[in-house]
């Protein structure tokens, strides 16, 4: 239990849905962060939120649509997904500034159908 | 943009062996991290090392960190079947936030 909470574990949806994946963290941590982690391919940074404020964009679809509504809490709003888009989608948060552990969570297992 | 590369990325070795794991980067940073993941899992942090020659140890397992030669080593002592998982380097370049990881290092050790 890393104090970073990720819902659903696992998920499979259609190429026309639309569904979230939500985080929260219990850490009183302040940067929120969404990964990609497909198979054979290193962890890709998706999105970085700093004091609920997006300060990095990974050059993701628009497809992804992140939202950050407080510190404790960050969402991965998912729209016209492709099957290439399976992969494990991992929370992570960290207290900004050189030296801190950045803490992930447990992943929510995406399948696109 | 920063490249990190992990060597080997497969390796399998016995109980009671000794291994190095190698992690080289393309960039100046002043961070680089540690991770394991077991199968079906998410990354548990094993080390944070800040400066040129910090080393860590934690049991059987040892990082340190060479900045000039921009390399990192994990070092396995007397290997154990738990010690079976993957594990990744993640560089944070200089003045920088964006962590990029490698591509990992599936270790099997075998009794």
């Known amino acids: 239990e890393t104090g970073v909470t990720q819902t659903p574990r696992h998920l499979v949806m259609g190429m026309t849905n639309k569904k979230s994946l939500k985080c929260e963290q219990h850490l009183g941590h302040n940067a929120m962060y969404w990964y990609k982690q497909s198979a054979k391919k290193p962890l890709e940074l998706m999105f970085v939120?700093?004091?609920?404020?997006?300060?990095e964009n990974n050059s993701v679809p628009s497809r992804f649509s992140p939202e950050c509504p407080n510190s404790s809490h960050l969402f991965l709003h998912l729209h016209t997904l492709q099957p290439e888009d399976s992969a494990l989608y991992l929370c992570?948060?960290?207290?900004?500034?050189?030296?801190?552990?950045?803490?992930f969570g447990e992943g929510s297992w995406l399948t696109v159908v | 943009e920063l490249k990190v590369e992990q060597n080997p990325l497969f390796l399998s070795m016995q109980e009671g062996k000794n291994y190095t794991i190698y992690c080289n980067y393309s960039?100046?940073?002043?961070?680089l991290y540690w991770y394991r993941q077991d199968p079906g899992k998410s990354l548990e942090s094993l080390f944070v090392?800040?400066?040129?020659?910090a080393v860590k140890q934690e049991g059987r397992l040892m990082a340190s960190l060479d900045t000039k030669a921009r390399l990192s080593t994990l070092h396995i002592t007397a290997a154990v079947h738990d010690l079976s998982a993957t594990y990744f380097c993640?560089?944070?370049?200089?003045?920088?936030?964006?962590?990029?990881f490698g591509e990992g290092t599936q270790l099997t050790v075998n009794p």
């Open positions: 939120y700093s004091l609920e404020e997006r300060v």
């Open positions: 090392l800040l400066s040129n020659g």
């Open positions: 992570a948060s960290s207290h900004p500034g050189p030296g801190n552990t950045i803490y």
């Open positions: 960039t100046t940073s002043d961070r």
């Open positions: 993640a560089v944070v370049e200089t003045s920088g936030s964006r962590l990029t």
